[in-house]
């Protein structure tokens, strides 16, 4: 086939096009892996039904990913470990969601030529010299890229492939008039409202004794949050060399070792060169900036009991044994040592409670005699108009109805007069339309997502993927 390509094109001079242009089917998210042994294969990455996703494919497929990324994309991804994970998981999440689209399209009996290759590759404007086909430009790209001609017919035939199989989730799906017309009078529906305001700051409540603070505490007390004093051993390694790991892993055994024969982590670590640290009391929320603490440690360490060090945990600098050295349990503070920040609530809280008794009152005379006093009127959409806390209420409950709302800082009574039908605006009414329309897809697609999941379950080499992640 491609010796095919080579007779039928002329050979001009060509400059060498940067990066490898191909288009892939990354739209899908890939709900997470299900977690399982029983592949041998020290290549295999995972298996999605009977295939296998392989460390060669996913460098393939990263390449070609970093080629198509700025210096300074390329940057951030490596210099924050998150976004390197994040990164791979992308990446392999695309790998999965191919080859689920890949088997699909087999089981289907769904073919490619090589004629269709052939034309699909000539039409290429990359691979193209004053609108002909060049050779010359089509071995400079595929030497640029790393691509064997054979690697990037493959690629193409299934690029291909997964577009017959799910070509037809892009058919626009023709959407329902009532639809569409019941969810713009939602969205662009009018009401109209009176409300008055009674905010907090209008009532003066005075300075509370202390027995009114330490009623106040004893109702609202302040809790002081469970701390972990922590120490741990490292032993370093480059996790994605195999020799490193192995040898880091025979060290950290021994470690292991020594600590269970009652050395303490300091004299362990001192013994094996390995790195000690120590930390003193954190809470969950506060934890110590050191790149180990990420939040699976944080997580490990809260879940563990006092004075009980950890198994060996691989982590992307190496394996790590953790001890829980002190824990404090959460507690109540003393009240004089809060005293002073108390009285700033305790006010807040008695002006709320006279604001609600006014606004109370206000409601009483609305549902008697239809008065209330110092209304404002307004017609309001669901985002202006008035007070957020207002739009909601307005919008959440009928037409005729009477209601206290709270906000922040004041209690609102609301009378909710009418609602009034929007006008119909042919640009607005045709983004509900569209938007309907993506809703219907990304349903359908969900749908077929998960039939592929079903179809094709995911498994994870998890000893051979946690070594090539450094997990």
Same mark, same amino acid.
């Given at each position: ?18 990066? *490898? ?99 699909? *590759? ?46 037809? %989730?892009?058919? @626009? ?62 032993? @370093? ?21 020594? *600590? ?27 934890? @110590?900036?050191?790149?180990?603490? &990420? ?25 790590? *044994? ?60 669901? &985002? ?37 039908? @929007?006008?119909?605006? &042919? ?25 592929? %999941? ?18």
């Amino acid at each position: 086939m491609l010796e095919y390509l080579r007779n039928a094109a002329e050979k001009p001079l060509a400059k060498i096009l940067i990066g *490898i242009l191909a288009f892939s089917f990354v739209g899908w998210g890939v709900a997470e892996y299900i977690f399982g042994g029983g592949m041998q294969n020290a290549n295999t990455l995972a298996r999605v039904g009977d295939e296998a996703v392989t460390m060669q494919q996913f460098n393939l497929e990263k390449s070609r990913v970093m080629s198509n990324m700025t210096r300074e994309q390329q940057r951030a991804v490596y210099a924050d470990p998150a976004a390197t994970m994040a990164f791979s998981d992308g990446i392999m999440a695309t790998l999965v969601t191919q080859q689920m689209a890949n088997s699909r399209a087999n089981d289907l009996g769904f073919v490619v030529s090589d004629a269709r290759i052939a034309r699909e *590759i000539r039409e290429f404007p990359e691979f193209q010299m004053n609108g002909q086909f060049s050779t010359a430009m089509f071995d400079a790209v595929l030497a640029h890229s790393g691509y064997t001609e054979a690697d990037f017919a493959r690629l193409l035939r299934d690029q291909i492939l997964r577009s017959m199989t799910l070509g037809s %989730m892009s058919v @626009p799906l023709p959407v329902a008039t009532f639809a569409a017309d019941a969810m713009y009078n939602a969205r662009y529906g009018m009401r109209d409202i009176e409300y008055a305001t009674v905010k907090f700051s209008d009532f003066n409540v005075g300075t509370p004794t202390d027995a009114e603070l330490r009623a106040f505490y004893n109702q609202n007390p302040h809790i002081v949050p469970e701390t972990r004093t922590v120490s741990y051993v490292l032993i @370093p390694a480059d996790m994605s060399k195999p020799d490193s790991y192995d040898a880091a892993y025979k060290t950290a055994q021994s470690v292991e070792d020594d *600590i269970i024969g009652g050395e303490s982590l300091s004299k362990a670590a001192s013994a094996h060169k390995a790195t000690f640290k120590s930390f003193k009391a954190f809470d969950a929320a506060h934890r @110590p900036a050191d790149e180990l603490m &990420t939040d699976a440690i944080v997580a490990k360490i809260f879940s563990m009991d006092e004075g009980v060090e950890s198994e060996l945990i691989e982590t992307r600098r190496g394996f790590v *044994i953790i001890r829980v050295d002190a824990v404090a349990p959460a507690h109540n503070a003393e009240f004089d040592s809060v005293k002073k920040n108390l009285v700033a609530d305790w006010t807040r809280d008695a002006q709320r409670k006279q604001a609600y008794v006014k606004a109370n009152e206000l409601l009483v005379d609305l549902n008697k005699d239809g008065k209330l006093s110092g209304k404002k009127s307004a017609t309001v959409s669901r &985002t202006s108009g008035a007070p957020a806390a207002l739009l909601v209420s307005a919008f959440n409950t009928p037409a005729g109805t009477n209601a206290i709302v709270p906000d922040a800082d004041a209690f609102y009574v609301l009378s909710v007069k009418s609602e009034k039908a @929007p006008k119909t605006d &042919t640009k607005n009414m045709a983004n509900i339309k569209n938007e309907l329309q993506n809703m219907s897809i990304r349903m359908l697609m969900d749908d077929y997502n998960s039939f592929l %999941m079903r179809t094709y379950p995911v498994k994870i080499n998890s000893k051979v993927y946690n070594r090539f992640f450094n997990k």
